[in-house]
């Protein structure tokens, strides 16, 4: 694996050790669908979430949220309507979040920002 696969995967796992630590249950992890991939599906207090978990550098230009393009929104969603179709017995409540994740100049996780429901979507669409 590449070393940026590596460190995308280590910010992964710190996103979701950090989700558990805060009273998320892990539904999923890389959920893969024909349009895209939702990193962690999660669920808490009756809600479904996707979360998308974004890694970068300390001191780069572009920040991990600013990272997310319009394209990559309309695949998460797609995907996750795909979750949502093969598992209806879950909770109908869904959002989205965000994990922005800093890495140090070795790669590791120094540094989590958790951002709930950054991506409204309409609830009849979920």
Same mark, same amino acid.
């Given at each position: ?17 950090? +989700? ?10 890389? =959920? ?17 979430? =996707? ?9 780069? +230009? ?27 017995? +879950?909770? *109908?409540?869904?959002? =989205? ?11 590791? *996780? ?11 979507? *309409? *609830?009849?669409?979920?």
């Amino acid at each position: 694996m590449s070393r940026t696969g590596e460190a995308g995967r280590r910010a992964e796992r710190a996103a979701r050790d950090y +989700l558990v630590s805060q009273g998320y249950t892990i539904k999923e992890m890389n =959920f893969r669908t024909r349009f895209g991939e939702v990193d962690i599906i999660a669920e808490k207090d009756d809600c479904l979430v =996707f979360v998308e978990v974004r890694a970068r550098r300390a001191g780069g +230009l572009v920040g991990a949220a600013e990272s997310i393009t319009a394209r990559k929104l309309k695949r998460l969603v797609q995907a996750a309507l795909e979750y949502r179709a093969g598992h209806l017995e +879950l909770s *109908p409540q869904a959002r =989205f979040d965000f994990i922005g994740v800093e890495l140090d100049e070795a790669g590791q *996780p120094r540094r989590l920002e958790h951002i709930e429901n950054a991506l409204e979507v *309409p *609830p009849d669409l979920l």
